[in-house]
């Protein structure tokens, strides 16, 4: 009966959604003040109803419904409670479910904070959000309904695959579904102004918040997604340049190109076309994230199912989408106008070369993700683009995005000068050159690639503290959306230090341990004890049994983890890890090597990894300067419809 | 300078900047791909003989032998079989019967020597580029037969 009702319920959200998505526009285009009005109450009913069918869905899910087909394949009676709610984002037909709900969310949301805005605008905005929330709907019902019965039913349920058995799994989809989906709002705003051919300032300092409340949950949402595959995949790898990973990081990095190109608009009211490009581009690499992911074309945890209808209608719902946006600006974008001149040095100019070397970046991570697909498809045989394709092509592009991200906020609009930055910035160079040429030295061996590092983290740092301290001659306390830019640039920096010291001096070792073998790395002694059964909820674990201990001062004991669930044949590696501020101590166990010999030995990896966790450290960092950021109170204030030329004279912020 | 001049600046440095990404990306392409090779295609001697290739196939039952932390197995396509050494630890999913792909290179022996072993996530899961190699086999057998 409760499925029933969830199935009912999605259905009723589709015929909303086609109202939601229809009337409102039209009511748009011909000035009808009722279709308007039914923007609002449409999205909160929509809203409503996915909530209901979410709900029912992890009623299910607690209640150990088997008789339904999604709950069987991926939940079990002995599956703890917590993990029971988690599996609802388990497998393919209920992150599409999240998928829609979050949709709904953001444009509860828009229909809740947007008192300030034109009510035509708010119709377009929400009209736009429905017509693709009409596209998903459909895609469930015709292909993924969560709520399929079985006539057969089963004693209990397949279970949830142990990898995803996890509190980072709890927590890692919603956050990554919450930036993709933003990003249709960023994406509905853009197409708003398009169908209203005004593309101001306005629209621009509209679309900000948003934007940015899209790319702080992307932000987390990746990092929570290495987090845990360093925690939980028992490699000790914290990126692997899977495509499903790739998946996540483009629209990222088109994100990250939109805030600031975004920003240009706002304030010089440039690059308008630009922005909205990037807008349809971050939703559409979204979407294709989402099809790649789902459709089963790639093969990884994330890869639910391998039905080749949703593939196809996920293709044919991108190219509908991307087809008909491209169009409408194609159509549109001729009308708009260029917006303010600005001379070849100026800070317009820096944040357009961001934006090229965002975008190429995102594209050669796009072509390593998509080529070997393309190649298969085309029957040319089958390769693999590997981690050092992109590292060869990542590298060289981040170290000019690097060096202009210091260079970048000191920069006047319009004009700048050369000589002045030149100066204000020869002592923090000089200061980064000498950590880039010292530090490495101090921290072990130099090596270019780590002096390098070194060198463009402090650069940024530096610059910072620059920036802060003009700004504070200048006039008085800066605003939030400057203290956000810092944030996030310092995060870039702390980033950037982590991901250089742990490649530069990070120790691996995989080695045969009997009890009371002891194993160096990075200075500190691992001594194995033992290996003892040990029973869990629904699984049984041979447990490590390690003493971690420098120079001879015993500092704490490690117990990885082999554990093999009831449920499944599955083995699984749960890694024992020492963090600390400068390193991470990480211990996994291999297998029983010993058995014939009986001397209990096992097979053991040992890691040391300077600095790894500066890695997350600088995501959250760049979270929270997003967070800041968004929190300025401009965001807010009543629009000002006469463009925003006032704020475009008021100069040099973020 | 001229705002006309200017502009053409500006998209020249964007086009040059273009130009040096897409020689980087493609060069970059160029010597990263790893091909994959079945164990038939291996055995009638299609592989390289330098560059890093993948392999896939199954884990032939009774054929894993461990010694210290190399452990030796053999990767077949239900035709041919190519030996395989790996030293380090395997992933969790690796089994006998089971289905694998391996990166690495043929030595002078020809035993391949791997420097990666894939993990898949999934017990039930077969890596298709494994099922490939299978499904190849399985035909060139059909073919034979009629």
């Given at each position: ?185 960023a ?14 300032a306005?629209?621009a300092r509209?679309s900000r918040p948003w934007t940015l409340a899209a790319w702080i949950?992307l932000t987390l949402?990746i990092g ?28 990222w990095l088109f994100g990250t190109a939109l805030i600031h190109s975004l920003a240009v608009t706002e304030k010089r009211g440039a690059f308008?076309?630009w922005t909205?490009?990037l ?60 917006g303010g001149r600005f001379a070849l040095m100026s800070r317009e100019t820096l944040l357009l070369m961001n934006n090229v070397l965002l975008v190429v970046a ?32 990542f590298v060289p592009l981040m170290i000019p995005l690097l060096f202009l991200i210091a260079v970048g906020p000191t920069a006047r609009w319009k004009q700048a000068s050369v000589g002045d930055m030149t100066v204000r910035l020869r002592i923090a160079f000089a200061i980064a050159l000498a950590a880039g040429i010292g530090l490495p ?8 690639l780590v002096g390098l590092g070194v060198l463009l983290a402090i650069w940024i740092c530096v610059s910072a503290i620059v920036q802060i301290r003009e700004r504070f001659q200048k006039s008085g306390n800066p605003p939030p959306a400057f203290w956000g830019m810092q944030l996030a640039h310092l995060g870039i920096a702390v980033f950037v230090i982590g991901v250089t010291l ?79 501020f ?29 600095f790894?966790d500066w890695i997350w450290g600088g995501c959250l960092l760049m979270a929270l300067g997003g967070l800041v950021a968004a929190s300025d109170r401009r965001y807010r204030l ?6 925003g030329i006032p704020s475009a004279l008021k100069g040099a912020t973020s | ?5 200017k502009?053409?600046?500006i998209?020249?440095g964007c086009?040059?900047s ?129």
């Open positions: 009966m409760i499925p029933e009702l969830g199935h009912f319920a999605i259905i009723l959200a589709l015929l909303v959604a086609v109202v939601q998505g229809v009337l409102p526009l039209l009511g748009a285009h011909r000035n009808d003040s009722a279709w308007i009005g039914l923007a609002r109450p449409a999205a909160q009913a929509q809203w409503l109803l996915l909530l209901i069918a979410f709900g029912c869905l992890t009623y299910a899910f607690i209640a150990n419904d088997f008789s339904v087909q999604y709950v069987a394949e991926h939940s079990n009676s002995q599956l703890p409670t917590v993990y029971r709610i988690a599996a609802v984002w388990g497998g393919h037909e209920g992150s599409l479910l999240l998928w829609v709900l979050l949709l709904a969310s953001w444009t509860l949301a828009v229909s809740l904070l947007s008192r300030a805005l034109p009510e035509v605008m708010v119709a377009r905005v929400i009209g736009v959000l429905g017509l693709v929330s009409c596209g998903m709907l459909l895609f469930i019902l015709l292909t993924s309904s969560p709520f399929e019965r079985l006539l057969d039913i089963p004693q209990d349920g397949r279970d949830l695959n142990p990898l995803l058995q996890d509190p980072g799994l709890v927590i890692h989809p919603p956050m990554l579904y919450m930036g993709y989906v933003g990003f249709s709002v994406f509905a705003f853009a197409i708003a102004a398009l169908l209203s051919g005004s593309l101001d306005t629209w509209w949950f949402g929570l997604g290495s987090w845990w595959a360093y925690y939980e995949l028992g490699w000790g790898g914290w990126w692997f340049w899977d495509p499903v990973e790739n998946a996540s990081f483009m629209p308008k076309n909205v490009l807008a349809i581009g971050a939703f559409s690499l979204s979407l294709l994230g989402t099809f790649l992911v789902r459709s089963g074309v790639l093969t990884s945890v994330h890869a639910f199912a391998t039905d080749p209808r949703r593939g196809i209608f996920i293709l044919t719902f991108l190219v509908l989408v991307i087809g008909s946006s491209l169009l409408l600006f194609a159509w549109r974008a001729p009308k708009v106008g260029l995102c594209g050669s991570v796009l072509l390593g993700t998509l080529y070997p697909l393309i190649i298969d498809a085309l029957g040319l045989g089958k390769i693999s683009v590997g981690p050092p394709y992109f590292q060869a092509v030295f101090i921290l072990g061996s130099w090596t270019p742990v490649k530069g001096y990070e120790t691996e070792k995989d080695v045969r341990m009997a009890p009371d073998d002891t194993v160096e790395v990075g200075g500190y002694t691992i001594r194995l004890l033992g290996v003892k059964d040990a029973m869990g909820p629904n699984y049984r674990a041979s447990v490590g049994d390690l003493e971690l201990s420098k120079d001879g001062k015993l500092l704490r004991t490690l117990h990885p983890e082999k554990r093999a669930y009831f449920s499944s044949a599955m083995p699984m590696t749960e890694a024992a890890i020492d963090t600390g400068t390193r991470d101590v990480y211990v996994s166990l291999g297998e029983p090597v010993g058995v014939e010999d009986g001397s209990g030995a096992w097979s053991v990896r040992v890691h040391h990894k300077p790894v009543q629009s000002r419809f006469s463009a | 300078m001229k705002p006309r001049h502009r053409i600046a998209i020249v086009l040059a273009l130009g040096i990404a897409a020689f980087f990306v493609l060069n970059a392409l160029n010597s990263n791909i790893a091909l994959f090779y079945t164990p038939s295609q291996v055995a009638a001697g299609e592989a390289p003989k330098e560059r890093v290739f993948r392999i896939g196939g199954l884990v032939k039952s009774g054929t894993v032998k461990r010694n210290e932390m190399t452990i030796r197995f053999v990767v077949t396509d239900t035709a041919k079989e190519i030996p395989v050494a790996f030293t380090g630890i395997l992933p969790d999913l690796f089994k006998e019967g089971k289905g694998v792909v391996a990166q690495g290179k043929l030595g002078a022996d020809g035993q391949f020597v791997a420097s990666e072993v894939l993990a898949k996530h999934d017990e039930n899961y077969m890596p298709p580029e494994a099922k490939h190699a299978v499904d190849q086999a399985g035909k060139t057998a059909n073919t034979l037969k009629q």
